[in-house]
């Protein structure tokens, strides 16, 4: 089945540097991915959607200069975020589906990463 | 846009009894319904899912039924596992939105011994 493999697993950071998340579908090409944000105990967030070689479309009130996107690939995805503070700190999940099977195929997630900004 | 919204946020029962998750929807557009299991400090993965052509599904322990009239889909698990012990989304989607899912707020299940 479809694999989407995401990098790193964990990561922690100094307030006020940039963190770097990779998502890659290792079996399909995926011209659309993902980008979720998920707190504790709540349900995901759809921060951005993510398109192969054009520009990401952020959703209401993600600041996209703080949040990075680059979908340079047909398999590969990265989320920057950018002068990261500790309100940044939360899990990122990126999904993807294979659009081989149809428009409408489930959504395969990464395993997440979660960040922690000190 | 569209809302699903999602009951219990916390359901405990007893292992070896049944366990019911509801959702509702407010588009009727909304055509494909999966229903996602996430254990603590990992990714949400596919249990089952349901197309708006059809009434049922089920995959050994677990259903899931959908009622297009009334905009609710609801997700059954029968013969409860501690392992089935999980956070459990619903989501919808639809084909002019790019099939996004619009998620629940998710539910708790616990399986109590």
């Known amino acids: 089945g479809a694999v989407v493999s995401q990098h790193p697993s964990r990561v922690i950071c100094k307030s006020g540097t940039s963190v770097k998340i990779e998502c890659r579908s290792l079996d399909f090409q995926a011209t659309t991915m993902f980008w979720y944000r998920q707190f504790p105990k709540q349900s995901l967030m759809l921060m951005a959607t993510s398109n192969e070689g054009s520009k990401a479309t952020y959703e209401q009130g993600v600041e996209k200069d703080k949040f990075l996107i680059n979908h340079a690939s047909l398999t590969l995805s990265t989320l920057t975020v950018t002068s990261a503070h500790p309100e940044d700190s939360s899990f990122y999940i990126c999904s993807a589906r294979d659009t081989r099977v149809s428009y409408n195929s489930p959504l395969h997630f990464g395993n997440g990463t979660r960040l922690t900004v000190t | 846009g569209e809302n699903v919204e999602q009951h219990p946020s916390t359901l405990s029962v007893q292992e070896g009894d049944s366990a019911v998750i509801k959702c509702t929807y407010s588009d009727s557009a909304s055509n494909y319904f999966p229903w996602y299991k996430q254990e603590l400090g990992k990714r949400p993965q596919l249990i089952i899912d349901?197309?708006?052509n059809v009434g049922e599904k089920k995959d050994q322990r677990i259903a899931v039924t959908l009622n297009k009239t009334a905009k609710h889909f609801s997700l059954h698990i029968t013969e409860t596992q501690p392992e089935d012990s999980a956070v459990y989304f619903c989501?919808?989607?639809?084909?002019?939105?790019?099939?996004?899912?619009?998620w629940g707020a998710g539910t708790k299940l616990i399986i109590k011994p």
């Open positions: 349901i197309r708006s």
């Open positions: 989501a919808a989607s639809k084909a002019d939105s790019n099939y996004q899912l619009i």
